[in-house]
């Protein structure tokens, strides 16, 4: 059973309010130790571990005091957060029921093994930060096909990815969250504000109306910057546009202009990365034609100068079979599962 992260939030504040006072105290004085302890800890006799050993297996470090009700373990990509006499635990803010409480006995708190496996394992954790950005929004609608709005599937694919990506230790960023109206350069600059980021603009094709194979063209492409837009057209505009000439600190502008260069550089390169890993899961995984990892000129591409920056497109909408695919919430999941792996891939994949 899957319950609500801020329910747990408040449970463990309601119990740790408890603990020091009133009913819920005799909960945790008598887990404190002694015969009675032992008396209210018959599941001792089931698997459990003690807290330092399983910190120190699963590498986690305790950020929360152990005398504070809810007790935080954190390690790469992992949030743990549970609290001795509740049957719960959340895992990077998704809770789970347990069949043991974690308990205390003889002043050590010990963990049911089960929560073992809530640990998202080693290979499956994301570390790092993803800003997805849900092309268009507001009274930019998008391409349109049988009754779907571009906007409307990028946004729910980019928050079911968000979802997706944040249980697995990901931080995620967006740049909308709802059908707004965003500027180009406003989502360049979500991503440009967050170091060691990428930036996955989600997007569906379509070909126009009255053009000729319209309801044959199909498939999946992904767009990197084209090479045909120099370094040096932006690293000029990146200087301009984040006043790198002015400022305090002791940099000279060309010291700084080399240093959004070789930023940009690099970002370029991790790109094509991206793309290539994100093109062979969701091609892969959906099952769809491969239309190829293709450059073009886009704003948000060009404008993202920092950090790795691609623009996906999913499927078409004015393809009648695939726009009745993303009118299915499962298959939206898929594609979003698709971006997952993808970006896992990426992160995964040495510089
Ligand atoms: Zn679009």
Redesign the pocket.
């Known amino acids: 059973m899957k319950i609500n992260g801020l329910a747990l939030f408040a449970l463990i504040f309601f119990l740790s309010f408890a603990a020091r006072g009133g009913e819920g105290g005799r909960v945790y004085a008598s887990f404190g130790g002694g015969e009675s302890g032992l008396k209210l800890t018959p599941a001792v006799s089931r698997a459990s571990i003690g807290l330092d050993d399983f910190a120190r297996q699963h590498n986690l470090t305790l950020v929360s005091a152990p005398g504070a009700g809810s007790i935080e373990l954190v390690g790469k990509g992992v949030s743990l957060l549970f609290a001795p006499g509740l049957p719960m635990a959340a895992v990077n803010g998704q809770s789970s029921t347990l069949t043991q409480a974690p308990f205390v006995l003889r002043g050590e708190v010990r963990l049911p093994v089960e929560m073992e496996s809530l640990l998202p394992s080693a290979s499956t954790r994301i570390d790092g930060t993803v800003v997805l950005d849900a092309?268009?929004g507001g009274n930019d609608t998008?391409?349109t096909g049988f009754g779907l709005r571009?906007k409307d599937v990028?946004l729910d694919i980019c928050l079911r990815a968000g979802e997706l990506l944040r249980r697995r230790g990901a931080r995620v960023f967006y740049t909308r969250s709802r059908d707004e109206f965003i500027e180009l350069s406003r989502r360049s600059e979500i991503a440009n504000s967050q170091p060691d980021a990428i930036l996955v603009s989600v997007?569906?094709?379509s070909v126009a109306t009255g053009s000729k194979g319209r309801e044959n063209a199909r498939g999946v492409e992904t767009f990197v910057l084209s090479g045909r837009i120099t370094e040096g057209a932006r690293v000029s505009a990146a200087a301009r546009k984040y006043d790198l000439a002015g400022g305090a600190e002791a940099v000279s502008y060309n010291r700084k202009k080399e240093i959004i260069a070789a930023l940009s550089g690099f970002s370029r390169d991790r790109a094509r990365t991206l793309g290539a890993c994100l093109q062979q899961r969701l091609v892969g995984e959906l099952g769809e034609t491969d239309r190829g990892v293709k450059q073009k000129n886009l704003a948000v591409l060009r404008e993202t100068y920092f950090v790795p920056a691609v623009?996906t497109?999913v499927g078409f909408l004015s393809h009648p079979a695939t726009a009745k695919k993303f009118k299915s919430a499962e298959h939206r999941q898929r594609v979003a599962e698709a971006l997952t792996a993808g970006i896992a891939d990426y992160f995964a994949c040495p510089e």
Request: aromatic share 0%; net charge negative; with cysteine.
């Open positions: 092309g268009h998008g391409c571009e990028a997007h569906l094709n623009l497109e």
